[in-house]
């Protein structure tokens, strides 16, 4: 048995790598090859434009994919989102795309745009934004390079963006948000309704998500003498209950906990003061709960 997915060529490509390793999967690919090797028997892989992908899983060419939330509604995909993966090749936040114009434009929403021309690369969801809008809006497609075709070529433009920076070192500024995407787990939805699929899908599904939690986490564990155990539980951050083991030596205990790494800087000198030792920092990559 084998689940075929397809994986993002491109800006997301090492990132959705990266995510996969930690998950358990370590996907291998030469400079030139659009098919990776996996460690894994079970899984053909393939890699494709994320913009690509929905579509040939709504075909049934491929029984799952790794795409953005914008381009399964850009094609209008029928397909099965099994999960959100919230990350992405700069930062965690959501990729917006947005109506952007020149700061000094009189424009200040899609109402003034009427008659006008504007260019993206999300043509059918900016058609259909305008449409909602009651605005006749000429969209034609970006090749790329949106940023530079206002104001000589065109009114405004639709831009995907993480934080905006592009944006204004153009010289545009944001008027309004059209859709806001994250990457999505989906799955063809014959594939879906297979048991063995579906299983495959659902236990990759478990160990991305467990991949994502994990980041931002560690584990802490130290050894704390029992009469200062009190102390060194007061400590912790409020609602993180550590776990006790009692070592060989019956005036000991180990104490393990998880917790965010931006506080460990604050946290371990303190638990040393209050009496802990051998305190040990570790990485974690998975954690499901």
Known sequence: MKLKIALPKGSLQE????????????????????NPSVNDDEIEATLLRAQEIAR?????????????????????????????????????????????????SPIRGPKDLEGKRVATELVNVTRRYFESHGVNVNVEFSWGATEVKVPELVDAIVEGTETGSTLKAHGLEITDTLLESTTRLIANKQAWEDDWKRHKIESIAMLLQAALTAEGLVGLKMNVPRGVLDQVIAELPSLKNPTISPLSDKDWVAAEIIVEENLVRELIPRLKRAGASGIVEYPLNKVIY
């Open 15 to 34: 990132a959705t790598f990266a995510l996969f390793r930690k998950a358990g999967w370590d996907f291998r690919v030469g400079s030139r090859s659009y």
């Open 56 to 104: 040939y899983v709504e075909a049934g060419v491929l029984d799952a994919g790794i795409t953005g939330y914008d381009n399964i509604r850009e094609c209008e995909a029928d397909v099965h989102e099994v999960c959100e993966l919230v990350y992405s090749k700069a930062t965690t936040r959501p990729y917006r795309w947005v109506l952007a114009v020149p700061k000094d």
